[in-house]
């Protein structure tokens, strides 16, 4: 079974642009998460999908931050315009029931804005 | 808010020693888990630990919880140069099933 994917690995960009940072949950799995975690601080927790409905996005640090998952499957965070703040690792995890306790996490993607 | 916290922040060992790191938390909760990220790598789940339990073994792992003061334990026994990772503890915040992590115990495992 694959895991939870994230592209790019890395991404550097100049204060200003945008970055459209993507993750492929693991098939069949109706709950995916977007996290961040910022250098030196704890991971904090951005937003929640249920399939492609938004069920919380209360950790979305500002309208900067714009995520979607169209159609259930994928999900996209862009970020628009980057600010030197934030720059970090964006975590996506799956799960396949909500309060399944087990997330299944991605590989990371960093972001470093300059 | 932050919810767990980690210590020590950064923990170096001799391999074949063990490796404690603790976590405390600051409100109730149904379970506690622990998850281990290598360098450039995901976050992996290690062990979940429920409210109703004192200790849970998995392994070479060892987690205990003690819910009147609110913090939990990871023991790795006989650590291998492969456990050199970052350790978080993560609790579950709302009713959605998010994450509430730590800042993490850095673990470095010398051969």
């Known amino acids: 079974e694959a895991g939870v994917t994230q592209f790019p690995s890395h991404s550097v960009i100049e204060k200003g642009q945008t970055v459209t940072l993507r993750c492929d949950p693991i098939?069949?799995?109706?709950?995916l998460y977007w996290y961040r975690r910022v250098m030196g601080k704890e991971i904090k927790f951005l937003l929640h999908?249920?399939?492609?409905?938004?069920?919380?996005e209360s950790g979305m640090p500002n309208n900067r931050f714009l995520a979607e998952r169209t159609g259930g499957t994928y999900s996209t965070l862009k970020v628009q315009p980057a600010e030197l703040e934030d720059s970090g690792v964006y975590f996506c995890?799956?799960?396949?029931?909500?309060?399944?306790?087990?997330?299944?996490f991605g590989p990371g993607t960093r972001l470093t804005v300059t | 808010s932050q919810q767990g916290e980690e210590d020590p922040q950064a923990l170096s060992i001799q391999e074949g020693e063990n490796a404690t790191m603790n976590c405390s938390y600051k409100?109730?909760?149904?379970?506690l888990q622990w998850y281990r990220q290598n360098s450039g790598r995901g976050l992996v789940h290690l062990i979940l630990?429920?409210?109703?339990?004192r200790e849970k073994h998995s392994g070479r792992l060892r987690v205990t919880l003690d819910t009147s003061k609110k913090s939990s334990s990871l023991l790795i026994t006989a650590s291998r140069a492969a456990d050199t990772a970052s350790y978080f503890c993560?609790?579950?915040?709302?009713?959605?099933?998010?994450?509430?992590f730590g800042k993490g115990t850095k673990l470095s495992v010398k051969p």
């Open positions: 630990i429920r409210s109703n339990e």
């Open positions: 995890a799956s799960s396949q029931h909500l309060l399944a306790y087990e997330q299944y």
């Open positions: 999908f249920v399939k492609e409905s938004k069920q919380d």
């Open positions: 098939s069949g799995h109706d709950n």
């Open positions: 409100t109730s909760i149904n379970n």
């Open positions: 993560a609790t579950v915040g709302g009713s959605q099933g998010n994450l509430i």
